[in-house]
């Protein structure tokens, strides 16, 4: 996977974005298709507008999904670059997160026998998780707030449906957290009390003005599993 950073150069989604948010932002959620001409055909057979341009395709699901933008693109191989390992998640806030789902399956035909569903009482929201394959990461996390008096309720209070953030795994957490660190970057790290500080943490998410406007959060190797339908596949630290 990548990020693909955009500027406006002059009217159009871009700005007309950065205006209604007051700032940098994350866009859209991206996912790859080894045949983006047929997910373009399946579209097209629901009536769904879409624009095509340099082999992707962009939807504004706007009026479908209320706060979903998506950009398809064709699938590659792609070598590591960095200290992340891949993507495997974009966050939608919603009001209603089991219609939105299914608004999801509708549209992309998705396999709702894969999904997993998600809880936290410390974040203040429930929701799913579109798992693409029972046995990849790959999918959106389609929640709702619970929690007005929390960050994540506050948030969702102020904007509304939107793309909240995204999510990737690293198998070098302890040297991400030493370089956001050393730039006076804003984190929160998730590390058991009784693990040394100078190992890995099991999460951390970057705040929004360290990366420039959009929240990442990040989980060693296996450990989105937890909340993921399958924990048992949570490898464990030495």
Same mark, same amino acid.
């Given at each position: 996977?990548? $990020?693909?950073? /955009?500027?406006p150069?002059?009217? &159009? #989604?871009?700005?007309?974005?950065? *205006?209604?948010? +007051?700032?940098?932002?994350?866009?859209?959620?991206?996912a790859?298709?080894?045949?983006?001409?047929?997910?373009?055909a399946?579209?097209?057979?629901?009536?769904?507008a879409?624009?095509?341009?340099?082999g992707?395709?962009?939807?504004?699901?706007?009026?479908?999904?209320?706060?979903?933008?998506?950009?398809?693109?064709?699938?590659?191989?792609?070598?590591?670059?960095?200290?992340?390992?891949f993507?495997?998640? $974009?966050?939608? /806030?919603h009001?209603?997160?089991? &219609? #939105?789902?299914?608004?999801f399956? *509708?549209?992309f +035909?998705?396999?709702?026998?894969?999904?997993?569903?998600?809880?936290?009482?410390?974040?203040?929201?429930?929701?799913?998780?579109?798992?693409?394959?029972?046995d990849?990461?790959?999918?959106?996390?389609?929640?709702?707030?619970?929690?007005?008096?929390?960050?994540?309720?506050?948030?969702?209070?102020?904007t509304?449906?939107?793309?909240?953030?995204?999510?990737?795994?690293?198998?070098?957490?302890?040297?991400?957290?030493?370089?956001t660190?050393?730039?006076?970057? &804003?984190?929160?790290i998730?590390?058991?009390?009784a693990?040394?500080?100078?190992?890995?943490?099991?999460?951390?998410?970057?705040?929004?003005?360290?990366?420039?406007?959009?929240m990442?959060?990040?989980?060693?190797?296996?450990?989105a599993?937890?909340?993921?339908?399958?924990?048992?596949?949570?490898?464990?630290?030495d």
């Open positions: 996977g990548y $990020v693909e950073f /955009l500027t150069t002059g009217p &159009g #989604a871009v700005q007309a974005a950065l *205006d209604k948010r +007051g700032g940098p932002h994350l866009f859209a959620g991206g790859s298709a080894n045949d983006v001409a047929a997910v373009a399946h579209l097209k057979s629901q009536s769904l879409f624009d095509e341009e340099g992707q395709i962009h939807i504004d699901l706007d009026g479908e999904i209320a706060g979903l933008r998506m950009l398809v693109s064709p699938y590659e191989d792609r070598p590591r670059v960095g200290a992340i390992d993507l495997y998640e $974009v966050t939608l /806030l009001e209603d997160a089991e &219609g #939105a789902t299914k608004r399956c *509708d549209i +035909g998705l396999n709702a026998a894969h999904f997993s569903p998600i809880t936290s009482e410390l974040f203040g929201y429930y929701g799913i998780l579109t798992l693409f394959d029972p990849d990461l790959h999918r959106f996390e389609v929640i709702t707030p619970t929690a007005p008096d929390k960050t994540m309720g506050r948030f969702f209070e102020r509304g449906p939107c793309l909240y953030m995204a999510f990737g795994e690293s198998d070098v957490m302890a040297a991400i957290e030493q370089d660190n050393a730039i006076g970057g &804003g984190q929160t998730d590390r058991p009390e693990r040394d500080p100078s190992r890995t943490p099991d999460q951390m998410w970057l705040h929004p003005p360290t990366l420039g406007g959009m990442l959060g990040i989980s060693r190797p296996s450990m599993w937890t909340w993921s339908g399958k924990p048992e596949r949570v490898e464990g630290i």
